[in-house]
């Protein structure tokens, strides 16, 4: 049973920084690529970042860019997440994904659908 699951969730102050872990298991389970989503209430979920394995391609939200930083652990079939110069609007439940399927362009990543594999979600709180 192939799984995902993040960590590293938490309360911070506005200016901090914090790190996501999302480690992926199981089996038969060979990643491909792997993001991280965020949904804050009353929202729909949006796309943060994305890494393809070995660390191939980027890709990145516009209102994350320069802060967060993705990056992968081909060995441990984890991937994190850096997130610096927290603001509140950042407050939201991340949830990493992950797909075993390798796609031709970039733009596929951007998209929930992408991903078989889902966690749980971790919170992210940042206070002003």
């Known amino acids: 049973q192939a799984q995902v699951v993040e960590t590293g969730g938490g309360l911070v102050q506005a200016g901090d920084s914090l790190r996501l872990s999302c480690a992926a298991s199981g089996r038969t389970f060979t990643t491909a690529a792997m993001g991280w989503f965020r949904q804050a209430p009353g929202k729909e979920r949006e796309f943060v970042a994305a890494?393809?394995?070995?660390?191939?391609?980027?890709y990145y939200a516009d209102s994350v860019k320069g802060r967060f930083a993705i990056s992968e652990d081909s060995d441990k079939n984890t991937m994190y997440l850096q997130m610096n110069s927290l603001s509140p609007e950042d407050t939201a439940v991340y949830y990493c994904?992950?797909?075993?399927?390798?796609?031709?362009?970039?733009?596929?990543?951007?998209?929930?659908?992408?991903?078989?594999?889902w966690g749980q979600g971790t919170q992210v709180t940042v206070s002003s």
């Open positions: 890494i393809t394995w070995r660390g191939r391609n980027t």
């Open positions: 994904a992950a797909t075993t399927l390798h796609y031709p362009v970039g733009n596929y990543y951007y998209a929930p659908r992408t991903y078989a594999y």
